[in-house]
Every structure is written in C-alpha cells, then in structure tokens.
C-alpha cells in the first residue's frame, strides 16, 4: 500500500528516462515511500556511446541540438542527456528533499573542447562536466 517501502534504488537508471516519465515515476516513489524510507539513486550523465567509441569524450552528446539529437538516440538505449541541475529542479518541483549527493566533478576542461549545444549553454562548464551522481532522498 501506499507509503510502505523501506527502500527505492536505481543505478545507471535515470538517464535512460524520458523527462516528462521520469517525474511520473518520481512522484509515484515518493507516495509508496514510508516516511522513514531512503530513495538512493545513481545516475550517469556521460554520453554512454563512448563507452564503446574512446575516440569520442564522454560529453560529445552536448554537442548536438535536441533536433539533431532525436536522430541520434534510440528506444533500446535511450539517453535524456539532463545534467545534474535539471534532476535537482525536478526533485525541487516534486517537492522530494534531497539529503545526500555525492558527485563526480568529470573534467571542465574537456567540455570547454566540445562545441556546445544552446541549450545546455545555460549550464557553466562546471556543471556540465559532472559526469555521475549519487542522490539520496
């Protein structure tokens, strides 16, 4: 029932989530949750096509327009591309506190040789270059 879950956990799981699912998916956590139950989640916001590609960073992903990106990804291994600042916003929206996150810097000076796409232009390099985060609510 309804608020009886000790523990939610994902790992290099919501990056693979569409948005507008992904708070769907959220609020539907959050109402399961018990009152002292944690949500952990870990998320990896590199491009995962250089996983398998080392010719490409792990940021080559911000380079392209959502247009173009739609041409790009797939349903198999879909990636939403959203930097930490977007998951926070959304938590915020969703009035889900976040407790604990811990993250890993990545590398501002790669981004800053990517051509960047206008809509992540609104992220400082900084923030585009954490590349995985651990969120705990």
């Known amino acids: 029932g309804d608020s009886s879950i000790q523990l939610i ?8 989530i569409y ?5 769907e998916i959220l609020l539907e956590f959050k109402r399961i949750l018990a009152d002292d139950g944690v949500m952990s989640h ?9 996983h398998l590609d ?3 960073s792990i940021y080559h992903f911000l380079r392209f327009s959502e247009q173009r990106w739609k041409w790009i990804d797939n349903d198999v291994q879909p990636q939403n591309r959203w930097r930490l600042e977007q998951y926070r916003r959304l938590y915020k929206d969703l009035g889900i506190a976040i407790k604990e996150e811990k993250n890993r810097p990545g590398d501002p000076a790669v981004v800053a040789m990517e051509p960047i ?21």
């Open 9 to 16: 956990t994902s790992i290099n799981t919501f990056e693979h």
């Open 19 to 23: 948005p507008n699912i992904l708070g």
């Open 42 to 50: 870990f998320i990896d916001m590199s491009d995962h096509f250089a």
């Open 54 to 56: 080392g010719k490409i």
């Open 117 to 137: 796409a206008d809509q992540f232009k609104v992220f400082s390099l900084e923030e585009l270059a954490i590349s995985h985060s651990y969120v705990i609510s």
